[in-house]
């Protein structure tokens, strides 16, 4: 067994996770880089995906790029005794009609210690694929697809850029950007295990371009203790006040008899105040308050971080904890979303900084406010990394790992560590 599976009440309880693991950093960080993806050969690039670990301290990954005909590659970091890491190819993608291509998102593992994740395209049909990676003796891993995206039904989704995620019967959850009944505006799907074998998926909810649903979500899900979902759309959201509406952050609740309800529990203005655009996901604190990034808006319209708070009556309260500034030493342009640990939020810009390609930024509260700290700004020049796209994952002492798309000694992208 590699790691323990997300399930319901892991999800909801990782901030009480960080705060009694994780300590807060109190010194200046260092960054280092782990590994450099190279653009020539059949290994991987351009990492746009976040990283996961297993009980032993490797790392596990995708590239949208690289591999066998550019297709993307799943690979593992393993650490090196003395220092250093190895890099393993876990699996390269085939365009051969059947494997999907081009992974845009993380894997994650279940019990038994199998990988799962999606790609942006290929399969059966050419729009993108649900797969499974089974570990096998010797070291090598085995690929299944699970679910081949069909546009040609009507009801389908297609076109998943975020991951997955685990209930406790080891049921899969995701998010597509297209599809669906309502215009092809994206979908919230289940791909259910069936007693004899196989996956069977499900439409939980269909997005709708109406003024008032969100549509097209790019990142992935949450859930909460009670088994309902928690996500975000890039576009769509309901109008106020005479300001149109770019994004929106949402809930599916589980009801009886298997049926699910959404209800938008904010959508973002373009009024000079909040955020728009939402590119990353949300996460939710032991309260059940929800955190996550905006990429434009914000007073200087380069993004945000945000809170929602749950208050009485069902209504949603947002505060905005940050505005991103263009101003020469700020990140700006957050594509990903935020990670906990003792009461501290950190994430990545892919924009900005003093070099402008890029900041790891940490929020610290204190008294109401939070105050920003840049842990790291990426150069641009050298070996290290540049433009992250992905967010950041803590080890248990405190450390920081991510993937920049770009930079490293190659110019492929890095996996990348930081030390408080």
């Not at 009480?16 to 450099?36: G, N």
């Not at 993806?37 to 301290?57: K, M, Q, R, W």
């Not at 995701?174 to 499900?202: C, D, I, M, P, Q």
């Not at 950041?392 to 110019?411: E, K, R, S």
Request: proline fraction near 3%; charge should be negative; glycine fraction near 20%.
């Amino acid at each position: 067994m590699r790691l323990k599976m997300l399930s319901i009440g892991l999800t909801a309880a990782l901030a009480i996770f960080y705060a009694t693991v994780f300590v807060p950093s109190a010194s200046a960080a260092t960054e280092r880089v782990l590994h450099s993806f190279n653009t020539t050969g059949s290994n991987g690039e351009v990492p746009y995906s976040s990283l996961i670990f297993d009980t032993a301290g490797n790392l596990y990954g995708t590239t949208q790029g690289g591999g066998d005909g550019n297709e993307g590659t799943v690979f593992e970091l393993m650490p090196r005794t003395g220092g250093g890491w190895t890099e393993k190819v876990l699996h390269r993608f085939q365009g051969n009609g059947t494997d999907g291509v081009v992974p845009y998102s993380n894997v994650i593992f279940d019990t038994a210690g199998n990988l799962y994740g999606t790609t942006t395209a290929g399969g059966a049909f050419g729009y993108g694929t649900v797969y499974e990676l089974i570990p096998q003796a010797g070291g090598t891993w085995v690929e299944k697809i699970l679910h081949s995206f069909d546009p040609n039904t009507g009801t389908d989704g297609y076109t998943p850029y975020a991951g997955l995620i685990l209930d406790a019967a080891g049921n899969l959850y995701g998010t597509t950007t297209s599809g669906g009944t309502n215009f092809h505006f994206g979908t919230v799907f289940e791909l259910k295990r069936n007693a004899g074998g196989g996956w069977t998926e499900k439409i939980l909810h269909d997005f709708n371009e109406n003024g008032a649903d969100g549509f097209v979500p790019y990142a992935g899900l949450v859930f909460d203790t009670a088994g309902n979902l928690y996500g975000t759309t890039l576009q769509g959201g309901t109008a106020q006040g005479g300001n149109s509406s770019i994004g929106t952050v949402f809930e599916l609740k589980h009801g009886a008899g298997g049926a699910w309800t959404e209800k938008v529990l904010h959508s973002f203005l373009v009024n000079g105040i909040d955020g728009n655009n939402v590119d990353g996901g949300v996460i939710l604190d032991a309260s059940g308050n929800l955190y996550g990034t905006t990429f434009f808006g914000g007073s200087n319209n380069n993004g945000t971080a945000f809170e929602l708070t749950p208050g009485a009556g069902g209504v949603w309260t947002e505060t905005l904890l940050h505005n991103f500034a263009n101003n020469g030493t700020d990140g700006w342009g957050p594509n990903a979303g935020l990670v906990f640990d003792a009461g501290n939020l950190y994430g990545t810009t892919t924009h900005g900084g003093a070099n402008g390609v890029g900041t790891v930024f940490e929020l610290t509260p204190s008294a109401g406010t939070w105050t920003e700290s840049l842990p790291c700004i990426f150069s641009s020049t050298g070996t290290d990394g540049e433009e992250p796209y992905a967010g950041l994952i803590l080890d248990t002492i405190g450390n920081l790992y991510g993937t920049t798309g770009g930079g490293g000694a190659f110019g492929g992208g890095t996996v990348f560590e930081i030390k408080p």
